[in-house]
Every structure is written in structure tokens, then in C-alpha cells.
């Protein structure tokens, strides 16, 4: 009960004034506080001015939000029952019969009988098709759950089904005034809520003074502000999520180092590899790789090295290998990496895709450097910007290059089994759909996204969608197959929805499709052996050619014996031509002459015939 004072006491040196003292029982600390009801008050009361009208525009129609309004129900029931209810009538649904006096006792009884009798059937009905559910599953002879029309309904909900569409639900633009490339996208991998997206300029020396190089991570809920800065020293051109740690990601950056963070410490890097261990270009692509502590990783450069880290140490790589063809290990003569493949099912594989247009398929478990380049495939005529292998059928793979995206087979080399149109715009991205196998997604340098289903039609894209103006250079689908990130020069990112028929297993999909890439492959296979074929015939007909020759001239001809030569021939094709076009004039000249000794002929004939 005792009181509190707290005193507000001004520092005034060297003396300390108090101002106000505040006094409260100890008892009212931490009461709740109690209101009550009292009338309105007018507080302030504002009249319209008249003179202020001309600088309004009347709203109309004009909707206005109420709050506290009254809750209305759906439902009435009937509420006559007093009387009814004391007579020891149960409570009936529904309402009381508007017709049924409730003063008369026998039309009640009479009413309440016939509502037991339909609770009761119900109740019977209930029970007995509880049993008859039972005793069905158990009776394995006769299936009546079983589906006879199945095929009829799904052909006839086929062709009532959505055409294939896609529709924007969010834009993320670049917040800084100097507009950079969204170079690459990663999505959150629990729950698929958030976007990471590297921004950085790849023009070479083209790059203002200004330029932030900052990246950001999105919620694709809120566009207009980013829900984390990730600051790295040099521009990001790649970033990807650790699928193991959402917590986790790691980023290739303009000058060639590997930085990884932490989102719970910071927007600063957790750890960078140190430059003089680092790549000497831009890195391109950087993947994790599947391992026990869930920290490794392995990144491209195109310097023509792939280089394995640790993030737990990343003063130096845990790995090296060039990209030399040659498979001396030559760096001068490697070939630059635009992109990387890692499939999680084959951990000793993975493969590589350069800015010449060859795929380079690699064994990281090989011996020396040189077993670990295994085989390349050629077929590009430009950088490969996309490699990816199929998530249901991992022996085929996706790149997109120059003007079209090809389908290879691992065990097809020489060439693609499938491949698009060329196209008038270059292919900058794509990739594989993760629910549906048949499914691919490109995008292109006029801004135009285009998704394909082989199953459907091979020869145009099922969806075309022009997505913006400037060039699109990167892509990523969520998990769900449902939502695609697209990200564009000026660093727009622009998240799209696609119908549910692009992003739903259709029946017998995988079979179908299994079966299409093995007849494909069949077909390369025999195309492959006839052309390896007619090649033996031609190299041994031109070596037995040169045989021919060299036993004709006995040793090589000078340049002036060929020139000879060749004037040799011009001049006796030139008298060739002019002996025929002679002999033509002369079968002419006979012919008119025979002409004429017909006609004598019949003339005299005819004078001697008159005679």
C-alpha cells in the first residue's frame, strides 16, 4: 500500500533540480485498464466550404468500407415451440409445420410419430450401407467400385480441358538506378517462397562507375521491396541455394571468386575463396554437390577449370580439373565453361558445356586428369548457356545453344536424337519441367518464353508467350512444376503461372515417352553406323584415287606443269566445242540441201505425169 514516486529529475550540473514528481499505489502496477461506455462527444466540427468544391471531382459510384457491422445468418429457424416443448415434443429440424396447431395434442403426436419413423429409416439406411461397404471390399470376385468408361470420361475431359496458357503474377525489378542483368535465379528450397536472383553486367569494360553490385532474395509475395541485400565485392553471375540448408547460398562471382553466406548472420559474405585460387574469369555456373556434410560444391569458369570447394575452407580448391581436349591438361588450349550438370543419382558423373558448342561429359572419380574427360558432343554452333539431364530419364540431357535446344542420348555422340526449329532469335536459357517429362521450357533474346511438349507436337512450341521487350537470360521453375521465374537484361524478374495441363503427369506419360527417346535413339544408331559406313567407302575410294594418280605421274607436279596442264585441257574443250558447232552447221546445210532436191524431184514427177 505504500506509494511510488518517480521522480523526473534535470541534470543541471553541479546542482540536480527535481522537476515532477509522478505518485501511484503499488497495487494499481500492472492493472488492467477498464473502460466504459459514455455519449459521443463533439470534439471539432468542420463545415464544407464551398469555394473548395472546384478543386474536387465528385467519386461516383463510390464504395465505402463499414466496420462493426452487424452479423446476419443464412438461416432461420422456427422459434414457436414453447408450448410444444413443454408438452415434451423433441426438438424437430427444420423448422415447425406451419399448418400443425400446437394446442392439438393428437395432430402433435401424430406429427412427432412420423419424424421418429424417417430417423429411424435413415439411421437403418446408414447402417446397412455401412455393412454392405464392408462385406464389398472384403468380396474380392466382384469389384463394383470398378470403372468401366474410364478411357470415354478422360477423352471426353481432355478435350474439354484449358488451352495451354500462362499468366504473370509478379514483376521484381532491379531497385537501383543503374539497371543490371538477372543473371540467375534460385528458388527457396523449403517451400518454394522465396527467390534469390544474381544481378551483374556481363558487357565487358561497358560497366558504369556507379554500378551497385549488390543481388537481392525476394519474397514473391511482396515486389516492392526486397526481403534481403546480399552484398558480395565483385557482381554476382551466378547463386544457388544449398538444398540441403535454406539457410545457405552460394554465389559465383564477376571476378572469378566463390563466396558463400549465411542469411541468419548478415547480408556480408560468410567466407570467399581467395583470388589468387580462384578462377581467372567470370564464373558462370556453380552447383552443390551431394555429399554427408552437405558443403560441397564445385563452379565453372570460363578460364576452362572446374574447381571443387569446401565451403568450410575455402582459402584453396579441394579439386582441379582443365578442360583440355587434348586431355594434357594444357590451360592455354582449354575449353571455356559457360555450364555445369550434376544429377544426384549418377554422384561419379557430370557434365560440362563450353563456349566452343561441345558438351564435355567428365568421371570425377577417374585416376589421372586425363581419364576424367570421358567423351565430348558436338552439334552447337555457339556457347551452351543451358545443360540439363531429364529428372525422369537421366541418360537423356537438354542443351540450348545458338538458335535451337537439342535432346541428346549418352550413348549417342555423333548427334542430337530430337532437336527444335532454328529459330530467328538466339536461345539464351531453358530447362526441364521436374513434373512432367515430356515438358521444356526456352527462352529467347526477343523476350519470348516458349514451352514445349514433345508428346503434343514436336515442330512449333505448344505455349509461345512474349514475356517483355528486352532479352530474357535466365529461367528457373519451382518444384512444383507450377511457377517460373524468367530474369531479363534491364533485371526485371518476372514470375509466371502456367495452366495446370502444362504442370500435371498425364496418363501414361512416362511410358510414351521412354518409348519416343528409345525410338529416336534406334534411329541414330542405325543413321549413325550407315554414315560411319559410307565415310570407310569414301576414304578408301579417294586413297585408292591417289594411288591411281601417283602411278600416272611418277612424283608430284610443280605449279607450272598443273597450270599447263589446265591450259591443255581449256584450250581442247574451246576446239571441242567449236569442231561440234562446225558439224552442227554442216548437218544443217545438208538438210536444206536434201530439202531442196525433194522438191526438184517432185516437180519433174509431176511435169512428166502432166505429159
Given at each position: 500500500k505504500k506509494d511510488i514516486n518517480i521522480h523526473l529529475i534535470r541534470n543541471c550540473l553541479p546542482k540536480m533540480e527535481i522537476v515532477y514528481v509522478y505518485t501511484k499505489?503499488?497495487?494499481?502496477?500492472?492493472?488492467?485498464?477498464?473502460?466504459?461506455?459514455?455519449?459521443?462527444?463533439?470534439?471539432?466540427?468542420?463545415?464544407?466550404?464551398?469555394?473548395?468544391?472546384?478543386?474536387?471531382?465528385?467519386?461516383?459510384?463510390?464504395?465505402?468500407?463499414?466496420?462493426?457491422?452487424?452479423?446476419?445468418?443464412?438461416?432461420?429457424?422456427?422459434?414457436?415451440?414453447?408450448?410444444?416443448?413443454?408438452?415434451?415434443?423433441?426438438?424437430?429440424?427444420?423448422?415447425?409445420?406451419?399448418?400443425?396447431?400446437p394446442e392439438d395434442m393428437e395432430a402433435t403426436i401424430r406429427y412427432r410419430k412420423k419424424v421418429e419413423k424417417d430417423e429411424h429409416y435413415q439411421n437403418t439406411i446408414m447402417q446397412i450401407a455401412g455393412l454392405m461397404e464392408h462385406c464389398c471390399k472384403q468380396n474380392n470376385a466382384t469389384d463394383i467400385y470398378q470403372e468401366f468408361f474410364e478411357d470415354e470420361d478422360e477423352e471426353v475431359l481432355e478435350e474439354s480441358e484449358e488451352q495451354p496458357s500462362a499468366k504473370t503474377i509478379n514483376v521484381f525489378r532491379d531497385p537501383n538506378e543503374v539497371k543490371r542483368t538477372a543473371t540467375s535465379l534460385s528458388w527457396h528450397p523449403d517451400g518454394n517462397h522465396k527467390l534469390a536472383v544474381a544481378y551483374s553486367s556481363l558487357e565487358f569494360q561497358r560497366a558504369p562507375n556507379d554500378m551497385s553490385f549488390d543481388s537481392y532474395i525476394w519474397d514473391i509475395e511482396n515486389p516492392n521491396k526486397p526481403e534481403m541485400t546480399l552484398k558480395p565485392v565483385s557482381p554476382l553471375v551466378c547463386l544457388e541455394y544449398n538444398p540441403k540448408d535454406s539457410h545457405i547460398l552460394v554465389g559465383g562471382s564477376y571476378n572469378g571468386q566463390i563466396a558463400y553466406w549465411d542469411t541468419r548472420k548478415g547480408s556480408q559474405p560468410a567466407e570467399m575463396s581467395t583470388i589468387e585460387h580462384s578462377h581467372r574469369d567470370p564464373v558462370y555456373k556453380v552447383t552443390w554437390l551431394q555429399s554427408k556434410t552437405g558443403t560441397d560444391i564445385f563452379s565453372a569458369s570460363t578460364d576452362g577449370q572446374v574447381l571443387w570447394w569446401d565451403i568450410r575452407k575455402m582459402s584453396e580448391p579441394t579439386e582441379r580439373l582443365v578442360l583440355d581436349p587434348s586431355k594434357k591438361g594444357n590451360l592455354d588450349n582449354a575449353l571455356g565453361a559457360v555450364s555445369l550438370e550434376f544429377e544426384t543419382t549418377m554422384p561419379t558423373k557430370f557434365m560440362v558445356g563450353t563456349e566452343q558448342g561441345l558438351v564435355v561429359s567428365c568421371n570425377r572419380k577417374a585416376k589421372t586428369p586425363a581419364e576424367k574427360i570421358v567423351c565430348t558432343y558436338s552439334g552447337h554452333h555457339g556457347p551452351i548457356y543451358a545443360l540439363q539431364r531429364n529428372p525422369f530419364f537421366p541418360k537423356n540431357f537438354l542443351t540450348v545453344a545458338d538458335w535451337t535446344a537439342r535432346i541428346w542420348s549418352e550413348d549417342i555422340k555423333e548427334s542430337s536424337i530430337m532437336w527444335t526449329k532454328y529459330h530467328m532469335a538466339h536461345l539464351l536459357d531453358g530447362c526441364w519441367s521436374p513434373v512432367r517429362p515430356s515438358v521444356f521450357f526456352t527462352i529467347k533474346m526477343d523476350g519470348t518464353l516458349d514451352v514445349w511438349d514433345i508428346l503434343f507436337k514436336q515442330n512449333d512450341p505448344t505455349l509461345s508467350l512474349k514475356v517483355c521487350d528486352e532479352a530474357l537470360c535466365s529461367i528457373r521453375v519451382q518444384d512444383n512444376g507450377r511457377f517460373l521465374g524468367c530474369g531479363s537484361q534491364l533485371g526485371t524478374t518476372t514470375l509466371l503461372e502456367i495452366s495446370a495441363g502444362l504442370c500435371t503427369l498425364q496418363k501414361n506419360e512416362k511410358a510414351m515417352v521412354s518409348e519416343m527417346f528409345e525410338r529416336e535413339t534406334k534411329r541414330e544408331k542405325i543413321l549413325e553406323a550407315r554414315h560411319r559406313e559410307m565415310r570407310l567407302k569414301e576414304r578408301s575410294r579417294s586413297e585408292q584415287s591417289r594411288e591411281d594418280e601417283g602411278k600416272e605421274t611418277d612424283g608430284e607436279e610443280n605449279a607450272e606443269e598443273l597450270v599447263a596442264c589446265a591450259e591443255r585441257e581449256f584450250f581442247e574443250i574451246m576446239e571441242a566445242e567449236k569442231?561440234?558447232?562446225?558439224?552442227?552447221?554442216?548437218?544443217?546445210?545438208?538438210?536444206?540441201?536434201?530439202?531442196?532436191?525433194?522438191?526438184?524431184?517432185?516437180?519433174?514427177?509431176?511435169?512428166?505425169?502432166?505429159?
Open positions: 499505489k503499488r497495487s494499481e502496477f500492472g492493472r488492467q485498464c477498464n473502460f466504459s461506455d459514455r455519449p459521443a462527444e463533439l470534439h471539432v466540427d468542420i463545415l464544407p466550404d464551398i469555394s473548395l468544391a472546384a478543386n474536387f471531382t465528385v467519386r461516383d459510384p463510390c464504395n465505402v468500407t463499414v466496420q462493426c457491422a452487424e452479423e446476419m445468418s443464412e438461416h432461420e429457424v422456427n422459434t414457436e415451440r414453447f408450448e410444444s416443448e413443454s408438452r415434451g415434443i423433441n426438438h424437430v429440424e427444420g423448422g415447425w409445420p406451419k399448418d400443425l396447431n569442231k561440234k558447232e562446225r558439224n552442227e552447221e554442216k548437218q544443217r546445210d545438208k538438210e536444206n540441201g536434201v530439202c531442196e532436191e525433194k522438191e526438184f524431184q517432185e516437180e519433174h514427177e509431176n511435169v512428166s505425169r502432166f505429159l
